[in-house]
C-alpha cells in the first residue's frame, strides 16, 4: 500500500515540476512519401485588437479550386470560434518549391479621401493575423527586421503592416513556408512533418496577367512549376524563371529590401506567391511537435510559475498559522470553559456565559434572507467546483491534447452537463435542511438559473458577432446542439440528483433551534459585511493572480496555456484559502453573537470573483482595443466568469463554515 502511494505521489510531484510540456497526443502520425501532397489548411483570423475573429475568406484572398471545403469541426472548435477551410497551397513532401504564383486577386480600393478603405486594409489596421495549420501543427511565424530574427510560436501571422513612414497598409502577399521533417523508422521513403513556420514578405511584383483575375489554383495538376498566373518583369533572385532550380535561393530578408524594391501595398491587383523549404531534423521526434509551443518560453517563463506557487504557499502558510494559533487555542479554551464542572460557588455567582455558546439555539436558524435563492446558488457553485476540477486533473494529465483543436471546450461543457447530478443532489439537501416546501420549484431553479443566465449572454453576444461578420458567431445548428444538451441531459441529471437528495434525510444538526430569535447585539465596524467581503477576496485573489493572468493571455490573445499541474495546484491552493479566510471570520463573527454566517461565509470567500472583475480592467489595457463590440464581448464574458466563480467560490465557504460550526458545537454539552 505504502509503495503504491508513493508511485502516485511521485507521478503527481514529476507532472507538476515539469518545465516541458506534457501531453498524450490524441491523434495518430501521419506519415508522408516524397512527392505526396501536404494540406495546407487555414483557420479564423484572430486579432487582439478586435477580439472577435473573422473567416480566412471573408477577404479577397486567393480560393482554391471548387471554393473552399470546412473541416468536419467539433462542438468545441465552433464555439471557440474556429473554421478551419482548405486553401489552393500546393505542397509536397520534401520538395523544394521557388516562388509559386498562387493567383491575382483585385484586393479593392485604396485609402483615399472620401472614399472607404477596403477589407484588407481595415483587417491590417486592426492587426488581424494569418493562422495556418500543416498535419494538424500551427504555424509558428518568423519576425525579420534589420538587427534580429524573432520567430513567434502563437497568434500565427500578420495579414500585412503599417508604414511608419507613410502610414499606407502593406500586404503580406508572399511568404516562405519552412517545414522540418525527419524520416519514419522501419519505414522507407516515409516522412513526417515536426515543424511548420512561415516567414511573411510583402514584395511589389511588376507583372503582366497571364490568367484571368479570380481563377483558381490547380490542386491537381502535375508540376507546379508549369503554373503560372503573371509574367514577373523585375523578378527577385527567387522568382527568376531564368535561373535553374539548382541554382535558385530562397526567398529572403535581403532580397526583399534590396535597392529598387518596394513593399504591396493592399490594394489594387496583387499577385500572391509562396517559397516551400523542407528542412531534415532528425533529433526532433512527432511525439515532442508539440513541446516548443507548450513551453511557453517565449511568452511565460517556467521560473514565473513556480513564483506565483511560492506566493501562494507563503498566503496559505500564513493563513494556516492563524488558524492554529487563533481558531484551535481560542477554542481550545472556549471548549474547556463550556464543558467544565461549574462548582456550587460559581453556580451561585451565575457567571455570565459570553462567547458563541450563547447562539447555540440560532446558529443553524435557516438564512433570514431566501434559503431558495442560497440553495440554488451553493448547488450550481458545487456543479461548477466539480466541472472545473476534473476538467484541471484530466489536463494536467494529458487527456485534453492540444493537437485536437476544441477538445478543452468540450471537456468544460461536457463536464458541466454531467455535473447537473451534483447540482441537483447538494440544493436539494440544503433546501431540506432549511425546511424549504417549493422543492420542484427549488430544482427547476437550479436546472435553469445559471444555464439560463450563460445562454441569454451567449446568444446575445452572438447575435453580435453575426452582425459583424466574426467566426464567433455560432452557427443555428450548434444552438439547437447546446440546447439539446441543456434540456435532454443536464436538466434530467438535476431532477434525477435532487430526487435523490430530497429522498435523504435533512443534514442532521447538532443542537435545536428556538423559536424566537435572538437579539444580535451592536457589532463592531471591522465585523461589517464591507470589510470582511474586502479582506475575504483579497487573500485567495492573491493566491491565484498571477495564473489569472496567463490563463486571460491565452484566452483573450491566442496563447498556448498547457501547464495544468501548476493550475491544479494554484487550483487546490485557491480552495485551501477560501476556505481557512472564511474560517476565520464565521469564528469572529460567532464570538460576536451574530449568527446569520451563511450569506456572509457565502460572500466572504465569494468576493474573490469582485476582485478578478475589477482585474479585467486593468488587463484590459493590454489588448490595445478601442471599439464597443470589444467592450461588450470582453467585459461580457468576463462578467459571466465572475459570476460563475463567485458561485463556486461562495460554495466553498457556506460548506465549510457549516463544517466548522457542526464540529464545534458537537462538542458543547447544553442543558
Known amino acids: 500500500m505504502m509503495r503504491c502511494y508513493g508511485v502516485w505521489l511521485s507521478a503527481f510531484f514529476a507532472l507538476v515540476s515539469q518545465t516541458d510540456a506534457f501531453y498524450l497526443p490524441g491523434v495518430n502520425p501521419q506519415s508522408f512519401s516524397e512527392g505526396e501532397p501536404v494540406k495546407l489548411k487555414v483557420n479564423k483570423m484572430t486579432s487582439r485588437k478586435t477580439l472577435l475573429p473573422i473567416d480566412y475568406y471573408g477577404l479577397p484572398f486567393c480560393q482554391p479550386a471548387g471554393g473552399p471545403k470546412m473541416d468536419n469541426e467539433n462542438l468545441g472548435e465552433f464555439l471557440g470560434g474556429d473554421r478551419i477551410e482548405s486553401s489552393p497551397y500546393l505542397l509536397k513532401m520534401n520538395t523544394d518549391m521557388y516562388c509559386q504564383q498562387l493567383c491575382i486577386s483585385n484586393l479593392g480600393n ?77 519505414e522507407a521513403n516515409k516522412f513526417r512533418v515536426v515543424r511548420f513556420t512561415v516567414e511573411p514578405f510583402s514584395i511589389k511584383h511588376d507583372f503582366d496577367s497571364i490568367k484571368e483575375v479570380g481563377d483558381a489554383a490547380n490542386q491537381d495538376g502535375d508540376s507546379p512549376e508549369t503554373e503560372q498566373w503573371a509574367t514577373i518583369n523585375n523578378p527577385i533572385q527567387s522568382c527568376n524563371k531564368d535561373v535553374p532550380l539548382t541554382q535558385r535561393e530562397h526567398t529572403n530578408y ?52 513556480w513564483l506565483s506557487i511560492a506566493n501562494s504557499l507563503v498566503i496559505v502558510c500564513v493563513l494556516s498559522a492563524m488558524i492554529i494559533t487563533i481558531l484551535l487555542k481560542s477554542l481550545r479554551q472556549d471548549l474547556a470553559r463550556y464543558n467544565r464542572v461549574l462548582t456550587d460557588e460559581e453556580k451561585a455567582d451565575e457567571l455570565e ?45 494529458g487527456f485534453l491534447s492540444p493537437a485536437k483543436r476544441g477538445a478543452l471546450l468540450m471537456a468544460e461543457l461536457s463536464f458541466f452537463v454531467l455535473m447537473g447530478a451534483v447540482a441537483g443532489y447538494v440544493a436539494a439537501r440544503m433546501y431540506k435542511t432549511f425546511k424549504g416546501k417549493a422543492w420542484q420549484y427549488a430544482t427547476l431553479c437550479t436546472a435553469l438559473g445559471f444555464p439560463g443566465l450563460c445562454f441569454v449572454m451567449f446568444f446575445t453576444l452572438d447575435l453580435m458577432a453575426w452582425g459583424y461578420e466574426s467566426t464567433d458567431a455560432v452557427p443555428f445548428t450548434t444552438i439547437v446542439v447546446l440546447l439539446m444538451m441543456w434540456f435532454c441531459i443536464s436538466t434530467p441529471l438535476v431532477f434525477l440528483g435532487a430526487y435523490y437528495g430530497y429522498k435523504q434525510d435533512a443534514i442532521e444538526i447538532p443542537v435545536k433551534t428556538s423559536s424566537i430569535p ?89 468576493s474573490t470573483a469582485i476582485y478578478v472583475f475589477l482585474y479585467s480592467f486593468v488587463y484590459f489595457q493590454n489588448l490595445e482595443a478601442n471599439s464597443l463590440p470589444t467592450y461588450i464581448l470582453y467585459f461580457g464574458y468576463m462578467g459571466l466568469a465572475s459570476i460563475g466563480l463567485f458561485l463556486m467560490t461562495g460554495f466553498i465557504g457556506v460548506a465549510s463554515s457549516f463544517w466548522f460550526n457542526k464540529v464545534i458545537f458537537e462538542s458543547v454539552k447544553f442543558d
Open 110 to 186: 485604396d485609402e483615399q479621401r472620401g472614399i472607404a478603405p477596403n477589407k484588407v486594409i481595415k483587417a491590417i489596421r486592426r492587426e488581424y493575423h494569418n493562422n495556418w495549420i500543416v498535419d494538424n501543427l500551427s504555424a509558428a511565424s518568423i519576425v525579420e527586421d534589420d538587427e534580429t530574427i524573432t520567430t513567434r510560436y502563437w497568434q500565427g501571422f500578420p495579414v500585412g503592416f503599417i508604414s511608419e513612414d507613410n502610414r499606407k497598409a502593406y500586404v503580406h502577399n508572399h511568404v516562405n513556408i519552412e517545414l522540418m521533417y525527419h524520416p519514419v523508422e522501419n
Open 353 to 397: 456565559e459570553r462567547g458563541w455558546k450563547l447562539v447555540h439555539a440560532d446558529v443553524f436558524r435557516p438564512p433570514a434572507f431566501s434559503p431558495l435563492l442560497l440553495s440554488v446558488a451553493c448547488g450550481t457553485g458545487a456543479q461548477l467546483l466539480c466541472m472545473t476540477f476534473w476538467t484541471i486533473v484530466f489536463s494536467a494529465f
Open 518 to 606: 435572538r437579539q444580535i447585539p451592536d457589532q463592531p465596524w471591522f465585523m461589517g459585511a464591507p470589510f470582511t467581503l474586502m479582506i475575504g477576496g483579497i487573500l485567495p485573489f492573491g493566491a491565484c493572480f498571477v495564473e489569472l493572468y496567463f490563463i486571460m493571455a491565452s484566452v483573450w490573445m491566442n496563447y498556448y496555456y498547457y501547464v495544468f499541474g501548476f493550475l491544479l495546484l494554484v487550483f487546490l491552493i485557491l480552495i485551501i484559502t477560501c476556505a481557512e479566510i472564511t474560517l476565520l471570520f464565521n469564528y469572529f463573527q460567532l464570538c460576536n453573537e451574530d449568527y446569520h454566517w451563511w450569506w456572509r461565509s457565502f460572500g466572504t470567500s465569494g
Open 254 to 305: 535581403d532580397m526583399v529590401i534590396a535597392d529598387g524594391r518596394e513593399p504591396q501595398e493592399a490594394s489594387g491587383r496583387v499577385l500572391f506567391t509562396y517559397d516551400v523549404k523542407w528542412i531534415e531534423n532528425k533529433d526532433l521526434k512527432w511525439a515532442s511537435r508539440w513541446d516548443i509551443y507548450l513551453s511557453m518560453d517565449n511568452a511565460i517563463p517556467p521560473r514565473v510559475h
